[in-house]
């Protein structure tokens, strides 16, 4: 009754720095005011952002 339905994922395979631009945007959560950016796991390649 009620709970939280099933967890989900977004997952990408391989690495092509080239197309990691669209997979930070494809990946960026806000609410039409303020957005956090998605990033690479280790942080160097593209850094993550916060933008109001």
Same mark, same amino acid.
């Given at each position: 009754?009620?709970g939280?339905?099933?967890?989900? @994922?977004?997952?990408? %395979?391989?690495? %092509?720095?080239?197309r @990691?631009?669209?997979r @930070? ?7 039409g005011r ?5 990033? #690479?796991? %280790?942080?160097?390649?593209r #850094?993550?952002? #916060?933008?109001?």
């Open positions: 009754m009620g939280i339905g099933p967890a989900w @994922e977004i997952v990408y %395979d391989g690495f %092509d720095l080239g @990691e631009g669209l @930070e945007a494809l990946c960026t959560l806000g609410n303020f957005a956090t950016r998605g990033a #690479t796991p %280790d942080g160097e390649s #850094t993550p952002g #916060t933008y109001v």
